[in-house]
């Protein structure tokens, strides 16, 4: 599975929207990308993944460049319930998922 | 609420103790996996069970078993126990078995916290 990397730490406004990018330069053409986050010690919760075309649902949006080098998870609306650390995966089989340190979102009153 | 259910939440006990930590994917899910998360560690990949069999393994020790019966529900035995074994243990579950080209994302129970004293 391909590296990703993130960066460490981000704050948002409460109501603006979060940015959260990833890079996975060494990306294969068989893997999928997977956004998960992990609100203080809960299990981490699915929030989206994608191929190649950009995805959305109700919980986030998925952009990933033409490229697939690198893509961002858009949390529309931040809210402070959003406060938390956002995994990005890289992964081509769906089950040894590697989580990094991720990146550990504020979400600021 | 993710439908994966797992129990105890809450276990402490002492170095050289045995544990079973157990888990119930959700209604449909075939796969199910652990990962451990310590704080110096991050959370690692153990094992995947699909329909009873094992399917892939990830960092786990030898002194780390673990087992999917027939309803589906899964055991993980932690025996002769260390105090870097405290962590917090997450049971995940998916449709299918995983594998090149797969296209499934993995729900994540709220873990189990195992304390060594």
């Known amino acids: 599975d391909a590296k990703t990397t993130q960066p460490p730490s981000m704050d948002c406004a409460e109501g603006r929207a979060a940015n959260l990018p990833c890079n996975h330069s060494?990306?294969?053409?068989?893997?999928?990308v997977y956004w998960y986050r992990q609100i203080h010690s809960q299990g981490p919760q699915y929030i989206i993944h994608?191929?190649?075309n950009n995805e959305t649902n109700e919980m986030a949006s998925l952009i990933i460049t033409e490229d697939r080098k690198s893509s961002t998870l858009i949390l529309p609306h931040a809210t402070l319930r959003d406060t938390a650390v956002y995994y990005c995966i890289a992964s081509d089989t769906g089950n040894q998922f590697y989580f990094g340190t991720g990146t550990s979102l504020t979400v600021i009153p | 609420d993710s439908g994966v259910t797992q129990t105890p939440k809450h276990l402490i006990t002492a170095t050289g103790q045995r544990v079973t930590l157990r888990c119930s994917p959700r209604?449909?899910?075939?796969?199910v996996y652990w990962y451990q998360q310590s704080l110096d560690q991050g959370l690692q990949f153990l094992i995947q069970?699909?329909?009873?069999?094992?399917?892939a393994k990830g960092n786990i020790l030898e002194r780390f078993s673990a087992q999917q019966f027939p309803d589906l529900h899964s055991e993980l035995n932690l025996s002769s126990l260390e105090l870097g074994d405290s962590a917090l243990y997450f049971c995940?579950?998916?449709?299918?078995?995983?594998?090149?080209?797969?296209?499934?994302?993995?729900?994540f129970g709220d873990g189990t916290r195992l304390s060594i004293l």
């Open positions: 069970y699909y329909n009873g069999e094992e399917r």
């Open positions: 994608g191929l190649k």
């Open positions: 995940a579950s998916s449709p299918g078995t995983g594998g090149v080209g797969s296209n499934q994302p993995q729900h």
């Open positions: 060494t990306i294969s053409g068989n893997e999928y």
């Open positions: 209604s449909g899910d075939l796969s």
